[in-house]
């Protein structure tokens, strides 16, 4: 059979800066989660890994009632994550990325050569 991965506008993604080991299960991303990317993993977010060749991605999310691990192996090519482009100087151990950016880095856009539009965003001033 054939699963799909949803994207909705209102689910969080955070990519993890730091390469992980792809041998790394649900317990050793878990464990990445909480201790690098410091959110609760059971929260329903995505959470993106990617190993240091770049070649190859892990997304692991909560499904109500059990973890599932989205896997891909790059045949040729690597992935350029926006997360790439800082310097290690930054210190940043995850960052946050919309579900329509990580649409566009599966399908094999280079996030760098994309420009956004300016829109129209409410301020978040209390009224």
């Known amino acids: 059979w054939f699963v799909m991965l949803s994207l909705t506008g209102g689910i969080r993604v955070f990519v993890c800066t730091q390469p992980a080991d792809m041998r790394r299960s649900f317990d050793g991303l878990c464990g990445m989660v909480e201790n690098i990317v410091q959110q609760d993993p059971l929260s329903g977010f995505l959470f993106v890994f990617r190993n240091r060749n770049r070649d190859r991605l ?18 040729e090519g690597t992935w350029q ?23 566009l880095l599966l399908g094999g856009i280079d996030l ?16």
């Open 58 to 75: 892990k997304i692991l999310f909560w499904d109500t009632d059990g973890f599932v691990i989205w896997y891909k192996r790059l045949e």
């Open 112 to 127: 760098r050569s994309v420009e956004r539009r300016r829109r129209y965003q409410r301020s978040k001033k209390t009224r």
């Open 81 to 103: 994550l926006p997360t790439d482009m800082k310097t290690q100087s930054d210190g940043e151990v995850s960052a946050e990325i919309s579900t329509e950016e990580l649409s």
